[in-house]
């Protein structure tokens, strides 16, 4: 996942909304979005809505019932070294029951991954809590931290870091929540078209990140279009004041070709 924009609280019909890109190669093998049973995977305390790496068989994005999301992005490096974990594991302890296991762990063996950046967002609904989040990143000298109220989005760098692509879709993901009424299916439509701004940023703006011009270029735009990299899912979701949950997916084929979409919409 290269690309997450949220909100928190930014809307009194939406506590929580996340509009996400995940870019990779078209090769390495994955599935769609579904349910995971607990059984199916030693990390998944509950049942979790997420897509599966086949590779590496964690996960790029994960849920559970109550609306809780988990995700994380790698951080891009010049020359980077493969870590020791899969960073496909790190949804699936984010949505463990009990934060501080989490804690304990990345205390233990931030390390051991290569570059990251995770949150974890609830909306509030099902606890009658106010709207948060949690990042982290092993990156970062700080040992996580808690955010508050408002709009932020995270790329292949640390946390709101200025990128031109992230400052482009987390304005117009803010000026349309703000606007949303309570029709969820036409807020994630005018979302998922936003995630699909395939615009390059100009060479000035470009970030510097060791990988080249020419790479920086195709990186730019929130939506990659390439034949062998490229955008491979685009996923909004939404959790609505009045305990909403809606879900919807589109995946991608080489090209910026559309294939499987998916809408999930469940009651809390």
């Excluded at 996942?1 to 928190?8: A, G």
């Excluded at 709207?131 to 640390?158: I, M, T």
């Excluded at 870091?161 to 299916?185: E, H, I, M």
Aim: glycine residues 8%.
């Amino acid at each position: 996942m290269c690309l997450i924009v949220f909100t928190l609280g930014q809307s009194r019909h939406y506590p929580l909304v996340v509009a996400a890109n995940r870019d990779e190669f078209f090769q390495r093998p994955a599935t769609a979005m579904d349910w995971w049973p607990e059984a199916s995977h030693p990390l998944a305390l509950e049942p979790i809505l997420a897509g599966r790496d086949l590779q590496s068989g964690g996960t790029w994005l994960a849920l559970n019932a109550q609306g809780v999301v988990s995700a994380v992005t790698n951080v891009r490096e010049g020359s980077p070294e493969d870590g020791l974990i899969s960073r496909g594991d790190l949804p699936l302890r984010g949505l463990h029951p009990q934060p501080q296991a989490l804690r304990r762990h990345l205390a233990n063996n931030a390390s051991r991954y290569s570059g990251f950046n995770l949150i974890i967002l609830d909306g509030g609904v099902h606890s009658g809590a106010e709207p948060a989040g949690w990042y982290f990143s092993n990156r970062e000298a700080q040992p996580g931290r808690n955010l508050p109220r408002g709009s932020y989005g995270v790329s292949n760098h640390l946390l709101q870091t200025p990128w031109p692509k992230l400052l482009r879709l987390r304005q117009r993901v803010v000026r349309t929540v703000a606007a949303a009424d309570a029709n969820s299916k036409l807020l994630h439509h005018a979302l998922i078209n936003h995630l699909m701004d395939s615009e390059p940023a100009p060479d000035h703006l470009l970030p510097h990140t060791g990988v080249g011009l020419d790479t920086e270029r195709m990186l730019s735009p929130a939506f990659i279009v390439g034949e062998h990299y490229g955008t491979r899912m685009t996923t909004v979701v939404t959790v609505a004041a009045s305990g909403e949950i809606r879900v919807t997916e589109q995946t991608w084929q080489p090209g910026g070709v559309r294939c499987d979409y998916r809408q999930l919409c469940w009651q809390r």
